[in-house]
């Protein structure tokens, strides 16, 4: 019986897409990147901001962007898509955020939103501390 009900599974299991969807990652992530890199464009060209400024206000509208199409129940559907090419960029990050502050927000500001905005998103800071200094150290260690 038990080796029946593993065969039937295996041959009715979704069969995973890797090209498909490795490929839909790097095409709208690369996506995120080039609207990024216009409004960069837009920020410098048009209303004469340095460099600095300019890529500082742009991440702000990304995450700006991406925070409002999460709260109006959009990013999800593009998420879905998109896979991690939705995920990796800062958009991801602010999505984390976004989703866990929506979820909270009916314990109050300080114990639901406060305390749980941070807690998806906290493993992402974690992880990107720590391999900041780990390749830091490498870098100093045999490149300095």
């Not at 009900?5 to 090209?19: M, S």
């Not at 700006?64 to 999800?76: F, P, V």
């Not at 927000?105 to 974690?126: C, D, H, P």
């Amino acid at each position: 019986m038990n080796k029946n009900y593993t065969e039937i599974i295996k041959k009715n299991q979704v069969k995973p897409r890797y090209l498909r969807n490795s490929i839909v990652a790097f095409v709208t992530g690369g996506l995120v990147g080039v609207v990024g890199q216009g409004l960069s464009d837009l920020y410098r060209y048009v209303f004469h901001l340095d460099k600095n400024n300019a890529n500082s206000l742009m991440t702000v509208t990304l995450i700006l962007i991406t925070a409002i199409t999460t709260g109006l129940g959009i990013y999800d559907t593009y998420g879905q898509f998109a896979g991690a090419g939705a995920f990796i960029p800062v958009t991801g990050f602010a999505n984390s955020m976004t989703s866990a502050a929506l979820e909270s927000r009916s314990e109050g500001v300080t114990l639901g939103i406060a305390a749980n905005m941070f807690k998806l998103a906290g493993s992402v800071i974690v992880f990107g501390v720590v391999s900041a200094f780990v390749l830091g150290a490498i870098r100093y260690l045999f490149f300095h």
